[in-house]
């Protein structure tokens, strides 16, 4: 039982492909196709394909320059001799060799040339019917030609044999010259542009440096550009600062013109002599004043002017206080205006000292830049020098060399031999009919198995328990063997366990019944709702079988029938029972319905005796505690479901139980449709699914007779010790 906590898998892999497998599924339309292609195809090979002629010649050939000459190891010199006999091949089969060979043979008795043809058109002939290859890991190269008739062919390739080695001969005697002129002019070259390059390098190293190849010597112009730079951002450090301070003692002057200065000014009143000498005579005089008005009678004819007279006297006394609070404003004012106009004079000139550094710094940084960028350019060129040097002098010794080669070549030249002559065939060469029949016979095995492959990777139906756990994620429950082909089965499969409870498919039931059993045990399970995709999948026959073999008295289990479409109670029970509709509708009690003296192990509800309406199990509101009722009387309860796409009953009693089982029929279910399935029981929230694939035949569950065979030997062997 696998609970779905997790959700399914979004997708399933494709189905792997096992050729054997599929071979042996398939082997009824592999055979035939295998036999057509067969009976078609080696007589036709064997008529297609005439008998043909063989000729070969063998020449060697030896390298221009002895192994000894090149001072190299053996290994190191192998190249050199594959180089050359491919070389060697390729002159064979050009137009100058194959030409030559033709005109020697015009004149023979077996020419070449037809009567009419051109040269062009004899050559081609000539040059595609010609074979040549090297043999592998020496000096020699055969000639070869496969024709059905024997006459002319020895005499064709001992003629192209000795062509060869005549153009060979004639080629050597011009070639030598033309090289080493070649060569020689090549190496005047060189030299002129060797001196030329050594002349641009000592200019170069002369102005600059003597290693100006060394990368060290730029690392002293670019310091200099560093330091530079450093001192060039220092002395922008402290233009910025200046420009920032004289910035702010401008903006300082304005704010000192509105500044509140009441405080000093009155301090600064108060210290001045002048104004304070006028004010204590100013003070003697108002003191006077008013003693001699204190001293005055209200009818004195004088008091008027006197009180007028300490008026002024006050009024002076103000405008004094006036005056010297201005002038002090104005005085203390312009003071701080002034000294703050030479700070800013005194920035002023720091500001303009700065600026000048840094346009200074600028300058010999930019011509420092350009130094480091010229000596970096010319060290580059003369690095691109040297390289262009050292490539010359590589290109001048190779120069060197290869005159030395020729010449000694010139001086002992290369050996060309015919190893063997062509001989006229004389029986011809049947080996490719053979060769082509047996490609025939592999080609229809692999179109028999290609054919068994492709059919099992097209037929997506679920067919074996593997099957089940790729789609799924996880292995079904168990499986049920075809019974058709189970030699010891009962005739009625309802009955299987109970007729013959040693068959296999008995044994099977068993299986199944145990994992139920555990499940029961474990998690306390008891309701077991079964039922399949479509109809006619063997769900009833599968229950009634598990629950005849699952432990347990006969009144702790009981078959309950829910299958609308097709109920299995009105087949084993005689009559019309009352039964679950019959419970709902409220014509009997459950105890009344519950049928217990039936030949099978169990009780058994059947589904009563429904009108026909159209109406369905899942509206009825009594069903759910119905359910619930027999949970408490009974250990097992299997309810028979009708097919999940036929019937919404289904799903609903699928929400009720503890454990769905859905019974899968082997090679009648597609994948997807499986895959749907799963994801539709996901949906309605189901504790726990069991799947169990039904009806597996032997070939698509991969039994053997003989181990059915063997089987059913050891069972008849223990009856009969027993009994």
């Known amino acids: 039982m696998t609970p779905l906590e997790n959700k399914p898998p979004s997708h399933f892999p494709s189905k792997p492909i096992d050729p054997i497998g599929s071979i042996v599924n398939h082997i009824s339309s592999v055979i035939p196709i295998i036999l057509i292609i067969l009976v078609l195809g080696v007589p036709a090979v064997w008529l297609k394909i005439k008998p043909v002629y063989f000729c070969e010649t063998v020449l060697k050939i030896e390298p221009v320059i002895p192994k000894i000459l090149y001072g190299k190891e053996e290994a190191s010199i192998t190249p050199y001799y594959d180089d ?30 037809y009567g009419g043809e051109t040269m062009s058109q004899a050559f081609g002939r000539l040059a595609m019917r010609l074979a040549i290859k090297q043999l592998r890991d020496t000096q020699l190269f055969s000639l070869s030609m496969f024709s059905r008739r024997g006459e002319g ?9 000795l062509a060869y080695i005549e153009h060979i001969r004639l080629e050597q005697l011009h070639k030598d010259a033309a090289r080493l002129e070649f060569l020689k002019n090549r ?47 220092k002395a922008k450090t402290r233009r910025i600062e200046n420009q920032t301070r004289l910035r702010e003692m401008k903006n300082q002057i ?38 001699t008005l204190s001293g005055v009678s209200e009818n004195h004819p004088d008091k008027k002017e006197y009180k007028e007279n300490l008026i002024r006297l006050y009024e002076v006394q103000d405008n004094l206080l006036k005056r010297a609070t201005e002038v002090g404003e104005r005085v203390i004012r312009g003071k701080l205006l002034s000294d703050q106009r030479k700070r800013v004079l005194e920035e002023e000139m720091l500001f303009a000292s700065a600026l000048s550094a840094e346009e200074r710094l600028i300058e010999e940084l930019t011509a420092a830049e350009h130094k480091a960028t010229d000596v970096n350019t010319q060290m580059m060129k003369a690095s691109t020098l040297r390289r262009e040097i050292d490539r010359l002098q590589d290109a001048l010794l190779r120069i060197e060399e290869r005159i030395d080669q020729i010449e000694v070549e010139s001086r002992s030249p290369g050996r060309v031999s015919i190893l063997t002559k062509g001989r006229p065939p004389e029986n011809p ?28 990777k097209l037929d997506t139906r679920v ?51 145990f994992s139920i059993a555990k499940e029961t045990s474990r998690h306390h399970s008891k309701i077991y709702n079964g039922f399949g995709l479509n109809e006619g999948q063997g769900v009833s026959t599968l229950l009634l079988n598990t629950l005849t073999t699952l432990p347990g008295m006969k009144h702790k289990k009981i078959f309950v029938d829910l299958n609308i479409w097709r109920p299995i109670t009105r087949q084993i029970i005689a009559g019309e029972p009352l039964g679950l509709w019959d419970i709902l509708e409220g014509h009997c009690d459950l105890k009344d319905a519950v049928v217990t003296d039936s030949d099978y192990p169990f009780h058994i509800l059947p589904f009563g005796r429904w009108p026909d309406k159209k109406k369905s199990l899942f509206q009825e509101t009594e069903m759910a505690a119905m359910i619930e009722t027999l949970r408490c009387d009974y250990d097992y309860i299997l309810l028979d479901s009708p097919p999940l796409w036929l019937s919404t009953d289904t799903r609903f009693s699928t929400h009720l139980a503890d454990v769905a089982i859905l019974v899968v029929e082997a090679g009648t279910v597609m994948e997807k449709e499986l895959f749907r399935a799963i994801h539709t029981l996901d949906r309605l929230e189901i504790k726990a699914i069991s799947v169990i694939l039904n009806r597996v035949s032997f070939e698509r569950g991969r039994y053997y007779r003989k181990a059915m065979e063997k089987y059913y030997r050891l069972v008849q062997t223990a009856l009969k010790e027993t009994a």
């Open 254 to 291: 304005s704010k000192l013109q509105t500044l509140d200065i009441e405080a000093d000014v009155d301090d600064w009143v108060e210290k001045d002599w002048a104004t304070r000498d006028n004010r204590i005579q100013l003070s003697r005089k108002l003191q006077d004043m008013r003693l």
């Open 153 to 161: 062919l020895a005499e064709i390739l001992n003629a192209v044999s």
């Open 463 to 513: 067919k074996s328990t593997q099957d089940i756990q790729r789609v799924l994620g996880f292995p079904p429950t168990g499986h049920i063997m075809d019974a058709t082909q189970d030699e010891g089965s009962a005739q009625d499969f309802r009955r299987a366990c109970l007729d013959t409870p040693f068959s296999r498919v008995s044994e099977q039931f068993k299986e199944i019944a």
């Open 84 to 113: 050359y006999v491919r070389t060697q091949i390729n002159i064979v089969k050009s137009y100058a060799v194959l030409s030559r060979a033709i005109d020697d043979i015009h004149d023979t008795d077996h020419p070449w040339r």
């Open 187 to 233: 190496r005047e070259e060189q030299e002129k542009s060797l001196s030329e390059k050594y002349a641009i390098l000592e200019n170069i190293s002369a102005k600059y440096a003597v290693g100006i190849t060394d990368e060290k010597n730029i690392y002293v112009y670019l310091q200099a550009v560093v330091d530079l730079t450093q001192q060039l951002v």
């Open 429 to 456: 060469d049947t080996g490719k009919r053979v060769k082509m029949a047996a490609v025939v016979s592999l080609l229809s095995i692999f179109i028999g198995a290609g054919y068994a492959v492709a059919r099992e």
